[in-house]
């Protein structure tokens, strides 16, 4: 199958979705200004064609026909380094379709206690890949009461549940919040948030179903307003993904699409693996990120002419650290991957979570560095406005000026990249993506915990500690 274009892409999304954004019901997204900018750089990621990004957009498929590189598998280490340097440049409305990652590299697991869902996760995944559709991540339950278990809620539905089983499908009932891109793909892929238990059969459950099926409805939230200017906003402007609040109105999925329906034991294993790919995913932006800050913390100093100073070079190697670490520890992750029964490679577990800790754990802190560095112009620029209006722009330059090199407004726009990035609406947005986007740092703490080679590091400690092999046992046994 034919691999779509933007426009194809765009047209796509006219398929009768019920989606709501303050208070109003949104009967063509496509036309709607507070969906330009997701529906653009979504969209951008189906020019196959682009001179700069188009040959590492796709890949060639075991049948020989074309796809977007989100689907390919990967098997050997170069193909690991591909998806990473494909990630740098592709939007998040397309990166969220990685949850078939998540699904294959389970699959041989699922396979052992249900063959069917097993072939359903294969088929799904073609599909999608051949259709060249795009698939949200749909895992985060309202939750309730965080002390009580899914089915121990006041309100059996605060974990998406079975409320009926036929010889043709399930019927499903509950809501999903947070989930990016939901308006905006063609399949809502659904896990459970966490582990479930023998009497919570009906909340392990997992599918995928279409945008537009009946039943499913989405109410979207972004920082972003619907236009903004790239001079004032040079980050947001063509940045923005709505988060939507999926509820499922008893919506039907037949059994075709089902990839768990009562298996328990894999309820963890799926919201464990899905939390693997989206913080790899985490983790490359982090490293993005981290890397411009350093860039503006070195410009926002120099143009004040403060390069030499050992405060500000100090804490321009503060942010170098945290650069590098994160940089290291992807590049360890890729290096050091994990292969599942099938042959399937992904990256290092341990080392994921770890940087995905160490970004989220010190986000807060790196932010802090860029700010002292900046002062308070960081929030009191004037606008572009102001700058362009002769009477006030004048007075603007004039006390501006810091040295003869200097371009003013390449100094205003870096200050605007930083106000933008870490001190506005989109700002206040990376703040808590850092920390809760792909699980917050518990979940984090858990994985490294369970990771970790906790023996090994015992067995070290009591040999540093002068115990001999063997010998905290025979204490113990001899108690
Ligand atoms: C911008 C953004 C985009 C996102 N995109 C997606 C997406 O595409 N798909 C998706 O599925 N999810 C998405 N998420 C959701 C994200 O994974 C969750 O926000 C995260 O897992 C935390 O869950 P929560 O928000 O329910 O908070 P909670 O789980 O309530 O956590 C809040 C705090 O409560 C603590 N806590 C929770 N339970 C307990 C307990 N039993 N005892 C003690 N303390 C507890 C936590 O450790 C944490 O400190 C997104 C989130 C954001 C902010």
Known sequence: MALKTPQDYVQSLRDGRVTYWDGEDIADITTHPRFKVPIAITAADYDYQSAEHGALRRYRTEDGSEAHRIYQIPHRAEDLDSRIEMMKHTSIGTLVSGVYMALMSVKDEVAEVNPQCAANIDRMYRYCRDNDLRAAEVITDPKGDRKRRA???????????????????????????????????????????????????????????????????????????????AFDYPASSHHSMPEGFVVFDDVFVPWDRVFLAGEVQLASRLAQSLGLWERTGGVVEAVRMSELFVGLAQLVTEHQGKDRDPTAMNTIAELITYAEMLRMSLDYAC????????????????????????????????????????????????????????????????????????????????????????????????????????????????????????AGAKERALRAAGVKPGAEKRAEAAE
């Open 335 to 454: 290096r050091h991957y994990e292969t599942t029964p099938s042959g399937m490679i992904f990256p290092n577990t341990l080392a994921i979570n770890t940087a995905k800790y160490y970004y989220a754990a010190n986000f807060h802190q790196t932010v802090r560095h860029l700010h002292d560095l900046g002062g308070g112009l960081v929030l009191t620029l004037p606008h572009e406005a102001d700058l362009r209006n002769e009477a006030s722009g004048k007075y603007i330059r004039k006390y501006l000026h810091t040295k003869k090199d200097v371009d003013i407004e390449t100094r205003m726009r870096v200050y605007n990249m930083i106000r933008d990035l870490t001190a506005d609406a989109y700002g206040g947005w990376q703040f808590v993506v850092a920390l809760q986007a792909g699980g917050g740092l518990t979940a984090q703490r858990i994985m490294m915990s369970r990771t970790y080679d906790l």
């Open 151 to 229: 089915h121990e809620q006041d309100d059996p539905d605060l974990y998406v549940r079975i409320v009926d089983r036929n010889k043709d499908g399930i019927v499903v009932r509950g809501a999903k919040l947070h989930i990016t891109a939901a308006s905006l793909v063609h399949e809502l892929v659904v896990m459970p948030t966490k582990g479930m238990r023998q009497d919570e059969k009906d909340y392990a459950v997992s599918f995928s179903i279409p945008v537009n099926a009946k039943g499913v409805k989405i109410i979207n939230r972004s920082f972003a307003p619907a236009e903004l200017n």
